[in-house]
């Protein structure tokens, strides 16, 4: 359930981040022709972002992740253990967050793992949901696309849920190219036994 809802209480207009949606040419799950990282649009600049408030953070340093995990649970993931959020962030490739500087919180983040040279996974996609529908979440994943994109990565894959697929499609995500299907180890019990 990522970036579900509506914005509970309405943002002033200084805010309020209006841009077009620009198509993507990246796919996931499928190697295909890197864009050229220098020249990969971004909807929203930085200035304009940072005219409403908010600056984008590339390290987990001063990220509240007590903060962080109440964005986990306010979007539907569970509630996590702050040190094992820690231990995954140590194994992190690429993150990004956006510090909403009035408060100094976290409203939005996203982060990246993989093997550095051939694939990367997009993981934790999620908005604080007072703060979605103004371009945080696109703002976020066009920047860590393009950081992923700068290292040679062109193999990039997401996780997300099947309600929120139309946000990440006009940013050149597509399911199952190639006709690749992906499978995900369960530990869950299977009630028939025969599969």
């Given amino acids: 359930m ?16 209006h841009s077009p949606i620009h198509p993507r040419n990246v796919t996931v799950s499928s190697q295909t022709q890197s864009p050229i990282a220098a020249n990969y649009p ?13 600056t984008f953070r590339r390290s987990a340093d001063g990220l509240n992740l007590d903060h962080l995990n109440t964005i986990f649970v306010a979007v539907g993931f569970p ?3 702050t040190e094992k959020i820690k231990v995954a962030l140590e194994h992190t490739e690429s993150l990004i967050w956006v510090e909403y500087r009035k408060t100094k919180k976290p409203v939005a983040f996203a982060r990246a ?51 929120v697929l139309g946000f990440y499609r006009p940013l050149g995500f597509v399911a199952d190219p190639d006709g690749i299907r992906g499978m995900v180890y369960s530990t869950k019990k299977h009630k028939n036994k025969n599969i």
């Fill in 2 to 17: 990522l970036l579900r809802g509506i914005i509970s209480t309405p943002l002033p207009p200084s805010l309020r981040l």
């Fill in 42 to 54: 971004l909807s929203i600049t930085d200035e304009s972002l940072d005219s409403r408030g908010f």
């Fill in 79 to 81: 509630r996590r253990d």
């Fill in 113 to 163: 793992t993989g093997d550095g040279v051939f694939n990367a996974i997009i993981w934790d996609v999620v908005v604080d949901p007072t703060f979605q529908g103004i371009g945080l979440g696109k703002a976020v994943i066009e920047r860590l696309i393009k950081e992923v994109l700068e290292k040679g990565i062109c193999n990039i894959a997401l996780y997300s849920e099947p309600k």
